[in-house]
């Protein structure tokens, strides 16, 4: 553990933990919000844990400042873009090798507020040993073609999959939401696998989503993530 980080302290207080990391972030010092994460990734703490009481509060925190007008658009970018790159570290920063799983997923954004949302899911995904692709935010890449484009990939990453396969996609936007989950439900007799589509939305949409015939819709990752699990351990047992 890292001398010059703040210290953690146990039992964990994450709630006490999280501000520091969003006072370093906010402050600019990026260094030490860097070793608060990398400190709990060489703790007892699950990397599961460290998204879902550390990062992902801090980005819907940086998100309600930013709304609320406390801080602008190219703060918000900059802080969120460090966050993010620590979310990809918890992805690639192991101490012990997950067995992989016979489940896939591809994580799909649609609108740029649930985008981070969408990112911390595919890592969660792979650090519970799913093979897990992020396709990033097509919100603006929509066109006459696209719905062919998109669905090329998707037959082609789980066609020859072998288990559990899911499409999330996460958006706040009605009308990508629309199109995407229209797109990826014509592709169900297509790929050989049983394939999920499951929907992340806000409050605003979840009712829309819920009549979208998807197999679960939420408002909430952490729901979302225990679906994953719920749908994976029903199919292998």
């Known amino acids: 553990m890292d001398k010059d980080a703040p210290p953690i302290e146990f039992p964990l207080n994450t709630h006490n933990l999280q501000q520091k990391f969003l006072d370093c972030l906010i402050q600019g010092n990026e260094s030490q919000a860097i070793l608060i994460i990398s400190n709990l990734l060489f703790s007892t703490i699950s990397k599961e844990r460290i998204l879902f009481d550390i ?4 980005l819907n925190i940086l998100n309600d400042m930013y709304n609320r007008g ?3 658009e190219s703060e918000k970018l900059l802080i969120s873009t460090t966050a993010l790159d620590l979310v990809l570290m918890t992805k690639f920063v192991s ?14 954004s649609g609108s740029e507020e649930a985008t981070y949302h969408a990112r911390i899911a595919s890592v969660i995904l792979h650090l519970m040993g799913w093979h897990s692709l992020y396709l990033g935010n097509v919100e603006n890449k929509i066109d006459p073609f696209f719905d062919i484009d998109i669905q090329r990939l998707i037959t082609k990453k789980l066609k020859n999959t072998n288990g559990l396969s899911a499409v999330m ?18 592709l169900r007799k297509k790929v ?3 394939l ?8 605003d949409l979840l009712q829309v989503s819920q009549e979208m015939d998807v197999d679960y819709s ?20």
């Open 55 to 58: 990062i992902l509060p801090t």
């Open 70 to 72: 406390k801080i602008s």
């Open 218 to 237: 939420t408002t909430e990752l952490k729901s979302l993530i225990d679906w994953a699990k719920d749908e994976y351990r029903n199919t292998s047992s």
């Open 169 to 186: 996609i996460f958006s706040f936007n009605a009308n990508t939401l629309k199109f995407l989950s229209n797109t990826i439900k014509a």
């Open 95 to 108: 101490t012990i090798d997950t067995p992989k799983l016979k489940a896939y997923s591809i994580v799909v």
């Open 192 to 194: 050989e696998n049983d």
């Open 196 to 203: 999920r589509i499951a929907i992340f939305t806000n409050n």
